[in-house]
């Protein structure tokens, strides 16, 4: 069983930048595939990005590339996901997620992760 505690969410004014950090627990957090997803009010969860094993490479959805910056510290078990330029379309509650084990960690879908965080609530002012 994996525990995923995500922090560094808030309130924020357009233009504004946030950290939100996941912390993992396990011993073999270096083969975790991880991702990060958000929801708005209304509307289905949603792919923000993925990060490789070695942190070395990231898969960002359309809307917040140039924007977010996600990374992972594996020795800290952590994985992070730095939101510049945030905008009100940005706010949501973002979930981190993790897939253990598999030959991929391009992994852009709800039902290829295997654990959840609780969540993080972002909110964006205009």
């Known amino acids: 069983q994996v525990q995923l505690v995500e922090s560094g969410g808030g309130l924020v004014q357009a233009g504004g930048s946030l950290r939100l950090s996941c912390a993992a627990s396990?011993?073999?957090?270096?083969?975790?595939?991880m991702g990060w997803f958000r929801q708005a009010p209304g509307k289905e969860r949603e792919f923000v990005a993925t990060?490789?094993?070695?942190?070395?490479?990231?898969i960002y959805t359309q809307s917040v590339r140039g924007r977010f910056t996600m990374s992972r510290e594996n020795a800290k078990n952590t994985v992070y996901l730095q939101m510049n330029s945030l905008i009100p379309e940005d706010t949501a509650v973002y979930y981190c997620?993790?897939?253990?084990?598999?030959?991929?960690?391009?992994?852009?879908?709800?039902?290829?992760?295997?654990?959840w965080g609780q969540g993080t609530q972002v909110t964006v002012s205009s």
């Open positions: 990060i490789s094993w070695s942190g070395g490479s990231v």
């Open positions: 396990g011993r073999t957090f270096s083969s975790y595939a």
């Open positions: 997620a993790a897939k253990l084990g598999g030959p991929s960690w391009r992994l852009q879908s709800r039902d290829q992760y295997d654990y």
